[in-house]
């Protein structure tokens, strides 16, 4: 029970409680990297001494609000929200929230705005989806402005406590291997937008791939999309109608093969008997589509939760992976091709 005078102090419970302040503070913004028995232990001093920690003092010592923002400039709503639910895995149950901020990388305002934005908001930090993250004129515009960052990206960007990243290239390089080993020889690319890291890694994968297995890659065969929907099924059509022997097409992410998948069936081309389909990404839309996608399932949502929990306990950073690995999804849009051509 509390006791009446001076309100007890961090100072107190940490004595009380034989911690350091550090470990307090941690307890305090609920972090997930404490032991429960020291967690507690400082619980129940700070029931006994009645202390209520000042979310607004606490903000104005470090001159920044307990706040996360999330800038991005991304086609893909479904990689923006499942980045969010990472964030959010890591900050509940804190005094964190998060601010969502999405910016024009073609504005040459874009760094003024984005500083203004920090300005206002005094983030505790940012995290930086791709493309953006891969301008190295933001980080140091973070740098020089104290607010800590975190970049998403699908190579090695920044160092290990500014990162996290995966391994596309890598990963569709699988891709065409897995599609060989099945049988197909003519294979199609459906590539994602330019300017974007992930869309380079992910084509020069799959140039690499055709390569070693000894492939023609004709230009016909490669169309590029924007990672939506709609240039999912126009980059079919194209493709398929200049090159109607291929037998399978890699879209560089999820929704850009669901629209590889209707162009398919407004052409009465099956899938997969007749042309098999692999995304990107692992989507809700990669299981729900029919029949389920094969994908490149990437950990997205990890990768937020890691990104969150290097800018809200910093002492720990290095404690957070920033590679995370990608993995094949096979489903049911890979078969063998039909019939050698």
């Given at each position: 029970?509390?006791?009446?005078?001076?309100?007890?102090?961090?100072?107190?419970?940490?004595?009380?409680?034989?911690?350091?302040?550090?470990?307090?503070?941690?307890?305090?913004?609920?972090?997930?990297?404490?032991?429960?028995?020291?967690?507690?232990?400082?619980?129940?001093?700070?029931?006994?001494?009645?202390?209520?920690?000042?979310?607004?003092?606490?903000?104005?010592?470090?001159?920044?609000?307990?706040?996360?923002?999330?800038?991005?400039?991304?086609?893909?709503?479904?990689?923006?929200l499942n980045f969010q639910e990472?964030?959010?895995?890591?900050?509940?149950?804190?005094?964190?929230?998060?601010?969502?901020?999405?910016?024009?990388?073609?504005?040459?305002?874009?760094?003024?705005?984005?500083?203004?934005?920090?300005?206002?908001?005094?983030l505790y930090g940012v995290l930086?989806?791709?493309?953006?993250?891969?301008?190295?004129?933001?980080?140091?515009?973070?740098?020089?402005?104290?607010?800590?960052?975190?970049?998403?990206?699908?190579?090695?960007l920044d160092e290990a406590e500014?990162?996290?990243?995966?391994?596309?290239?890598?990963?569709?390089?699988?891709?065409?291997?897995?599609?060989?080993?099945?049988?197909?020889?003519?294979?199609?690319?459906?590539?994602?937008?330019?300017?974007?890291?992930?869309?380079?890694?992910?084509?020069?994968?799959?140039?690499?791939?055709?390569?070693?297995?000894?492939?023609?890659?004709?230009?016909?065969?490669?169309?590029?999309?924007?990672?939506?929907?709609?240039?999912?099924?126009?980059?079919?059509?194209?493709?398929?109608?200049?090159?109607?022997?291929?037998?399978?097409?890699?879209?560089?992410?999820?929704?850009?093969?669901?629209?590889?998948?209707?162009?398919?069936?407004?052409?009465?081309?099956?899938?997969?008997?007749?042309?098999?389909?692999?995304?990107?990404?692992?989507?809700?839309?990669?299981?729900?589509?029919?029949?389920?996608?094969?994908?490149?399932?990437?950990?997205?949502?990890?990768?937020?939760?890691?990104?969150?929990?290097?800018?809200?306990?910093?002492?720990?950073?290095?404690?957070?992976?920033?590679?995370?690995?990608?993995?094949?999804?096979?489903?049911?849009?890979?078969?063998?091709?039909?019939?050698?051509?």
């Amino acid at each position: 029970m509390a006791k009446s005078g001076p309100a007890p102090t961090i100072n107190d419970v940490a004595r009380i409680a034989g911690v350091s302040k550090k470990t307090v503070s941690r307890v305090i913004n609920r972090s997930p990297l404490l032991k429960q028995a020291t967690r507690e232990k400082v619980e129940k001093v700070i029931a006994e001494l009645g202390y209520t920690p000042n979310p607004q003092a606490r903000a104005l010592a470090l001159r920044r609000n307990f706040l996360l923002g999330l800038l991005h400039d991304n086609p893909n709503a479904q990689t923006v929200l499942n980045f969010q639910e990472g964030v959010l895995d890591a900050i509940r149950d804190t005094e964190f929230a998060l601010v969502v901020r999405p910016v024009d990388r073609h504005s040459p305002a874009m760094l003024d705005d984005i500083r203004n934005f920090l300005e206002l908001q005094r983030l505790y930090g940012v995290l930086i989806l791709p493309p953006i993250s891969e301008n190295d004129e933001l980080a140091a515009l973070c740098r020089e402005m104290g607010c800590g960052y975190v970049r998403m990206g699908s190579a090695a960007l920044d160092e290990a406590e500014h990162l996290v990243q995966s391994n596309d290239r890598e990963m569709v390089e699988a891709v065409v291997d897995y599609l060989v080993e099945l049988g197909h020889e003519r294979i199609g690319l459906i590539e994602g937008p330019a300017g974007f890291r992930s869309a380079f890694e992910r084509r020069e994968g799959f140039l690499a791939a055709m390569k070693r297995h000894g492939l023609d890659m004709p230009s016909e065969a490669l169309v590029q999309g924007n990672y939506r929907f709609n240039s999912g099924v126009e980059a079919a059509h194209q493709l398929l109608s200049e090159n109607p022997h291929v037998t399978a097409i890699f879209a560089s992410n999820d929704e850009m093969a669901a629209g590889a998948y209707h162009a398919a069936r407004e052409r009465g081309v099956d899938v997969p008997t007749d042309l098999s389909l692999v995304g990107f990404d692992d989507s809700p839309i990669a299981a729900h589509i029919w029949p389920p996608m094969t994908t490149v399932g990437w950990p997205i949502r990890e990768m937020a939760k890691a990104a969150a929990l290097k800018l809200v306990a910093p002492d720990t950073a290095e404690a957070q992976p920033s590679n995370f690995p990608a993995r094949l999804v096979t489903r049911n849009s890979v078969a063998p091709p039909a019939k050698k051509i």
